[in-house]
């Protein structure tokens, strides 16, 4: 169990130092031997869970998915609005989360397939409003498929804008106002009231999740 901790760590430990050189340097410019350098790995220890460079840059994606996990709330609406918020907040500091947003959007290289990040986050969205859907908190006339990869699309547009304007410190804000604009045409009239848009609402959250993975880890 010990040894398989310890491959967990170092896989986390890869992953998030190739995050870091992605963000800074793009698909193209980073190098196996840049994250090495970054990560503090053997070159055996990185080819043992990651065979190239494009499987890096597919994990770091894949990852960004798996790490934005939401406490459940009454309201299901409120989980999709703190999905969103808690990914706005990490982009300010969290590297992985940085580095898959940077090679989600990034222009001019076609050497990662892309389609998995998009699909993914389509499909985490579409889950949660059809769970929606289901408690009645949605109106009838939505499309949830649709909804879902406009909220996405809508979302990748907003982080690139505030990552040029302000490195991302003013994305939470942004995020908060897109929601008051399109919440009132997906949720049914009588929850709107009851949903929390504050923008600080992610950073909150994000320090419950944190202690409580830190509380997790001494116990362990």
């Known amino acids: ?11 986390r430990v890869i992953l998030e130092a190739a995050a870091s050189v992605f963000d800074e340097l793009g698909y ?14 053997t070159k055996g220890a990185l ?14 994606l894949e990852q960004q998915v798996i790490d934005i996990a939401v406490d459940p709330q009454k309201i299901k609406l409120q989980e ?16 992985l989360q940085r580095g898959a947003a940077r090679l989600s959007v ?20 579409e889950g949660l409003l059809t769970e929606a859907r289901e408690r009645g908190e949605v109106l009838d006339s939505v499309d949830v498929r649709e909804t879902a990869e406009m909220v996405c699309g809508a979302f990748a547009g907003l982080q690139i804008m505030s990552k040029v304007l302000t490195n991302h410190a003013d994305l939470c804000d942004r995020l908060a106002v897109f ?3 399109i919440l009132p045409s997906i949720a049914v009239p009588a929850l709107l009231a009851r949903l929390d848009l504050d ?10 999740i944190q202690a409580r993975a830190l509380a997790g880890e001494e116990v362990a």
């Open 1 to 11: 169990m010990a040894q398989q901790d310890r491959a967990i760590r170092t896989r």
């Open 28 to 41: 193209d410019r980073a190098t196996i031997a840049g994250v090495l350098e970054r990560a503090g790995v």
């Open 47 to 60: 080819y043992f869970h990651f065979a190239s460079k494009e499987q890096l840059a597919l994990a770091v």
């Open 80 to 95: 999709l609005v703190d999905a969103g918020q808690i990914l706005s907040f990490r982009l300010r500091t969290d590297p």
């Open 106 to 125: 990034e222009q001019g290289s076609d050497r990662v397939d892309r389609n998995q990040s998009m699909t993914s986050w389509s499909a985490f969205v």
């Open 179 to 181: 929601f008051q604009h």
């Open 199 to 208: 923008p600080e609402r992610g950073a909150k959250l994000d320090a419950e």
